[in-house]
């Protein structure tokens, strides 16, 4: 049978490079695909004075695209710094990889856009971002993209979770529509405020649930 898929895909997909987690990341990200509902997690270290990625994990609920990309987008960034990773595009990527089919493109993009999301979510928490724009509400909406609800595996906006979101005297409240009790409920809680309480305006934020 004709695969779709060059050899290095194959290669990539069936011998993946830095699958895992790393034990209290500097940087992480779970992103969701839109287009197929899959989801891709990254956690990165990096080194504190040289500002240098020492070590990337990812881990790919998607497709062999996604792990392939996922698998070469981590080679590329392991050692370079984070300016030179935030770079790294899905068409490189898809380039070291010898191409990915065009209905596959978005496996690559889900990739690549994990690495930019655990890297902005490192800069977040460093106070490195120079642009420190007043926390609004579109602004706590614009983070909570990058928040997954894993019942779907989509953002917790795109799914309806998230049912007010207030911001009063620099604190962050957010309503979900979830249960408190609910099985997922801490880790929705804890996803929300790693986005949300490292902004430089914010003193509290405060996630509730349904009783
Ligand atoms: Fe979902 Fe490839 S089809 S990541």
């Known amino acids: 049978m004709n695969s779709p ?14 699958v895992g987690d790393i034990e209290d990341p500097d940087g992480v990200a779970k992103e969701g695909s839109p287009a197929c509902g899959d989801m891709v997690q990254l956690h990165l270290k990096v080194d504190e004075k040289t500002q240098l990625i020492e070590d990337i994990k990812f881990r790919s609920y998607g497709c062999a695209s996604n792990i392939a990309t996922g698998s070469i987008i981590t080679e590329m960034a392991k050692g ?3 300016d030179e990773a935030k770079e ?3 068409q490189q990527a898809a380039d070291e990889l010898g191409g990915l089919p065009a209905v ?6 889900l990739a690549v856009d994990a690495l930019k999301e655990a890297i902005r979510d490192y800069e977040e928490k460093n106070g490195l971002i120079k642009e420190q724009l007043p926390t609004t509400i579109e ?6 993209k990058h928040v997954m609800n894993p019942i779907h595996g989509l953002d917790v906006l795109h799914t309806n979770l998230i049912s007010n979101i207030e911001i009063d005297n620099n604190i962050i409240l957010i309503d979900v529509d979830l249960d408190e009790d609910h099985q997922f ?14 902004r430089w305006d914010i003193k509290k934020v405060k ?3 349904q009783k």
Not at 104 to 109: A, D, P, Q, R
Not at 188 to 197: H, R, S
Request: net charge positive; charged share 25%; aromatic share 10%.
């Open 207 to 209: 996630v509730s649930f």
């Open 88 to 90: 790294i595009s899905w």
């Open 5 to 18: 898929y060059s050899d290095k895909v194959i290669q990539y997909f069936q011998n993946p490079k830095n």
């Open 104 to 109: 596959k493109n978005h496996c690559s993009v």
């Open 139 to 144: 602004v706590v909406k614009e983070r909570l």
């Open 80 to 82: 370079s710094s984070i």
């Open 185 to 198: 409920a801490p880790v929705v809680k804890e996803d929300i405020l790693e986005k949300l309480e490292h």
